[in-house]
């Protein structure tokens, strides 16, 4: 005689008894790395520790070279080849990476404070106040970011902290903007409005309930932001904005190669570094969007 078995007797203990609900396990799906992803992650760890501690990747001196060994091509000795003045150019994008990274880090968080905090008062307040700060970023987001970097370092001052202030103003537009829409669709919940009903002030609604739900589109954008401003001060270096040589800010070192376009490992090798890492942090930025 066979017996019936029910259909919950093949499932765990947990799932029988509720457990887990749906809602931590679609968390727990969403936790599942893609490849794609993962080799991401990787890369902008391997990064952020060339920054941190450049010296434990390279036992070579990014300043001074040897003459007797410039122009050389990539090898198990220099695996990016050596530049015109024999210096190892790993090397140079290796340390070059603290301040390219540091730029960046500068620019995002005068992005998210400033443009941040801007949209979330003028989302909240509404009124005479989201008029008019909703023209200004009007008339910010009207210029190009790049130019308006551009305009901003031309007025501070050639230097590596004056890009990475550039291109952080450059990005204020952007966040405030979404902040803002993120701000106002808050302000309309439900629960803001129970808030106000039962006494509660504007500081502790502002704190409490509008700026921790509106910030959850801040992350996303923000690790966005950060591969968009690797390739702005890129790009000022690039143009002579930023430290002159021997920095090797990674803008700088395609600019130097670029003339010596005979030897092509001296461009490939920082564009090639440089991009990567961009498109590591927008994949990982979508990869945020997607779950949030």
């Known amino acids: 005689m066979s017996l019936a078995v029910p259909p919950s007797a093949g499932r765990t203990p947990l799932l029988r008894a509720g457990c887990l609900p749906a809602a931590a396990l679609r968390g727990l799906s969403a936790l599942r790395l893609p490849a794609s992803v993962v080799l991401s992650l990787a890369i902008v760890a391997l990064v952020i520790g060339w920054s941190l501690a450049p010296g434990l990747f390279t036992g070579q001196d990014p ?9 050389l091509a990539p090898s198990l000795a220099h695996w990016f080849g050596t530049d015109h003045l024999g210096r190892d150019l790993y090397a ?26 801007v949209g979330l008062l003028a989302g909240f307040f ?26 901003v370092v031309t007025a501070l001052g050639f230097d590596t ?67 968009l401003s690797i390739l702005v001060i890129a790009s000022l270096a690039f143009l002579g904005y930023g430290d002159p040589p021997p920095a090797s800010d990674w803008g700088l070192l395609i600019s130097i190669g670029k003339d010596y376009l005979k030897w092509p490992w001296l461009v490939y090798a920082p564009a090639f570094v440089t991009i990567t890492t961009v498109l590591s942090v927008n994949r990982i930025s979508r990869w945020l969007r997607r779950i949030d």
């Open 63 to 71: 300043v001074i070279g040897v003459p007797a060994d410039k122009l």
């Open 161 to 227: 902290l004056n890009v990475a202030i550039a291109t952080g103003v450059s990005a204020v537009a952007v966040f405030a903007r979404v902040m803002r829409a993120e701000a106002i669709k808050t302000r309309q919940a439900t629960f803001v409005e129970a808030s106000f009903l039962l006494g509660g002030s504007r500081w502790h609604i502002l704190t409490r309930h509008v700026l921790p739900n509106a910030s959850r589109s801040a992350l996303p954008l923000a690790v966005l932001q950060f591969g």
């Open 126 to 151: 509404g009124g005479w106040v989201d008029t008019v700060i909703a023209r200004l970023v009007d008339v910010l987001l009207a210029i190009p970011n790049f130019l308006l970097a551009v305009i």
């Open 92 to 117: 140079r994008v290796v340390y070059g990476t603290a301040s390219s990274v540091t730029s960046a880090l500068i620019a995002v968080t005068i992005g998210v404070v400033a443009g941040g905090t």
